[in-house]
C-alpha cells in the first residue's frame, strides 16, 4: 500500500499554493504537496532561476536558506506575512 504523508496544512494556504504555482512555478504541475515538501520538492527547475521568480512576484527577501529549511506551508505563510507588512509600510 502506498502511504502519503498529511496534506491538512497545505489545503490551508490552497490560495497561496495556487497563487506560487500560477505566478512562480508556472512551469510545475505537482499532483499531491504533503506537508513536509519544501519547495524544492516541488520543483525541478534552477535554484537562481526560482529564487528570482519569488523575489521579482512576491517583492520581498526569501533566502535559500529558508526554502531548504522550511516546509512549502511555513514558507507560504512566512512570504506572505512579509508582503502584508511591506503593503502596511508602504501605505504609511
Given at each position: 500500500m502506498l502511504e502519503f504523508s498529511s496534506?491538512?496544512?497545505m489545503g490551508r494556504v490552497r490560495g497561496l499554493a495556487d497563487e506560487l504555482?500560477?505566478?512562480v512555478l508556472y512551469d510545475e504541475e505537482p499532483l499531491f504537496v504533503s506537508d513536509e515538501?519544501?519547495?524544492w520538492g516541488v520543483s525541478m527547475s534552477d535554484v537562481d532561476e526560482v529564487l528570482e521568480r519569488c523575489r521579482k512576484y512576491y517583492?520581498?527577501?526569501i533566502s535559500l536558506e529558508e526554502t531548504q529549511r522550511l516546509p512549502l506551508w511555513k514558507l507560504?505563510?512566512?512570504v506572505?506575512?512579509?508582503?502584508?507588512v511591506l503593503a502596511e509600510t508602504a501605505k504609511k
Open positions: 496534506d491538512t496544512e504555482f500560477e505566478h515538501a519544501t519547495l517583492r520581498v527577501p507560504l505563510r512566512l506572505d506575512e512579509r508582503r502584508k
